[in-house]
Nanobody, 124 residues
């Protein structure tokens, strides 16, 4: 069982930055691939970024590529999402998720554990 707790959301102006964190419980964190998803009001949840257990591979949605960076610190059982050059359309609740397989996917049904989410609001 893995518990995930996100933090770091908030209100920021267009062009600003935020760093989201997701702290995981458990002793086998490095065996899980991790991902960030987001859900905007009135929209379905969508994939944002993912990272392998060792951190050697990352993948991004086209809408955030070049602006967001996913990383992890396995010693701290934490995965991060650095959000730069934020736009109003990035406004959403951001969720982290854990998958027991090594290779992450962009499909939310593949993920076994989810956090409660953290709100990111970008003002224009």
């Amino acid at each position: 069982q893995v518990q995930l707790v996100e933090s770091g959301g908030g209100l920021v102006q267009t062009g600003g930055s935020l760093r989201l964190s997701c702290a995981a419980s458990g002793r086998t964190f490095s065996s899980y691939s991790m991902a960030w998803f987001r859900q905007a009001p009135g929209k379905e949840r969508e994939f944002v970024a993912a990272i392998t257990g060792s951190g050697d591979y990352t993948g991004y949605a086209n809408s955030v590529k070049g602006r967001f960076t996913i990383s992890r610190d396995n010693a701290e059982n934490t995965v991060y999402l650095q959000l730069n050059s934020l736009k109003p359309e990035d406004t959403a609740v951001y969720y982290c998720a854990a998958d027991r397989t090594y290779i992450p996917t962009m499909f939310e049904d593949e993920y076994d554990y989810w956090g409660q989410g953290t709100q990111v609001t970008v003002s224009s």
